[in-house]
């Protein structure tokens, strides 16, 4: 019997998975301050016109701009300024032929003025004392009607879609939904996701291993996934390699989360026994067994009634690696994102050849380092049970699908951490 029976390129495989994945329908309002990391559950629209007084964006002087035409180092136009705007409050100056008023960045610009002078581009006639009008200036340079004001509904215009339903909420879309007076947002509810470590040989991390024993090291990894991208990561425990015990214990994760997730085990026998549990759960259960990677090939990712369940390696870089490949396109379905974030990457010249086999896409930890000529990317090659490869390591390199390995020197593409 084949150990692999349906290895699937990555790419072909995420789309497999996600074809039979069904969003979460539940959402929740939260603060806006709080939706850091979150996806908005529907579009948000704009309550009210942004700015919603024309404003100055310099610190200046506000004129009617016909009055500056032709105004020049050597012809300067005269104003007298006849008052300042202060922050923060409505304006009743009206501007006349030829006068000016001292308005700040930020500051309401009056109706009777259309364009606003940088106050580098003037100059007072006499020495002038603070808070005394009005005063005469010479204008060095003319503006036109509009120039250095924002206009109202500029930046939004009410009823406007700020944010599309299945955005992925940043710091500066928090800004923007504060300064429209919008305090809660409706997200999706982060997905709930039960993580079951199996094998006769895991123990709980606080216990000491006996000879052939190890700790539960990819509970808490992936745990540490599974909030990174919005989750609720629910610790099974550690289930004995016994089809009745993982069946059960699947069964009632799977019914009380909205992805389930197992360590799948290092031996032939205990993958195709999370085989068959999966199978056991509900349809259409395996989706494919094998994907075309290393490492990570005995991954085994399958679906329940819409709910995703991965059976992972054993090994914990393998884990790692296939949840950030399968895992986290899941979780963000599962939240309605439209598209994944953009991963934080960089480019690199790299200092040793990463050899590859035609066929599959390999993913090398690598550590960088400045140099006076630009980043360098070197390699940290080891099993995919030492977890160590990860910590010491700033990103991974890909080595892309059937291209036979990376040149030393040539220049790739680092995936961050």
Do not use: W
Request: net charge negative.
């Amino acid at each position: 019997m084949a150990e692999f029976f349906n290895v699937l390129p990555p790419d072909k495989a995420r789309m497999l998975m996600l074809t039979h994945i069904r969003p979460l329908d539940h959402t929740e309002i939260i603060p806006t301050p709080a939706a850091l990391d979150r996806v908005t559950a529907r579009p948000v629209l704009a309550p009210q016109y942004l700015p919603s007084f024309r404003r100055s964006t310099m610190d200046g002087f506000a004129v009617r701009a016909g009055d500056t035409h032709g105004a020049s180092e050597s012809f300067p136009a005269f104003f007298t300024v006849i008052g300042e705007i202060s922050m923060g409050r409505d304006t009743a100056i009206a501007l006349e032929t030829g006068q000016a008023a001292l308005v700040h960045t930020g500051g309401m610009i009056p109706d009777s003025a259309d364009a606003v002078v940088q106050v580098e581009h003037t100059q007072a006639v006499v020495s002038i004392q603070a808070g005394l009008f009005p005063y005469e200036i010479e204008v060095l340079k003319s503006v036109a009607a509009g120039q250095n004001v924002l206009q109202i509904g500029e930046d939004v215009k009410l009823n406007d879609e700020v944010l599309p339903a299945g955005q992925l909420i940043r710091p500066q879309d928090i800004g923007g939904l504060i300064a429209l007076g919008i305090t809660k947002i409706p997200v999706a509810l982060r997905p709930r996701v039960t993580i079951l470590a199996t094998g006769d040989e895991i123990v709980p991390p606080d216990q000491i291993p006996k000879p052939g024993q190890i700790r539960d090291i990819n509970s808490y990894t992936v745990a540490g996934q599974v909030a990174q991208c919005g989750g609720t990561p629910i610790l099974g425990g550690i289930i004995a390699d016994s089809f009745e015990d993982l069946l059960a214990a699947a069964t009632a994760a799977l019914a009380d989360s909205d992805m389930l997730v197992m360590s799948a085990g290092s031996s032939v026998s205990i993958r195709d026994m999370t085989v068959a549990v999966i199978d056991q759960l509900g349809s259409p259960g395996v989706l494919f067994h094998g994907v075309a990677t290393r490492p990570g090939k005995p991954t085994i990712v399958g679906a329940v009634e819409g709910k995703p369940v991965l059976g992972l390696p054993g090994n914990p870089v393998s884990a790692m690696i296939q949840f950030d490949m399968f895992g986290v396109p899941a979780l963000y379905h599962l939240q309605g994102l439209s598209g994944l974030p953009q991963r934080k990457r960089v480019v690199a010249r790299l200092t040793q050849n990463v050899p590859s086999e035609s066929g599959r896409e390999d993913y090398v930890p690598a550590r960088l380092e400045p140099t006076t000529e630009g980043l360098i990317v070197t390699p940290i090659f080891g099993k995919s049970n030492l977890i160590f490869t990860l910590i010491s390591a700033d990103g991974i390199v890909k080595v892309p699908l059937n291209s036979g390995g990376l040149m030393a020197g040539s220049q790739v593409e680092v995936y961050l951490f």
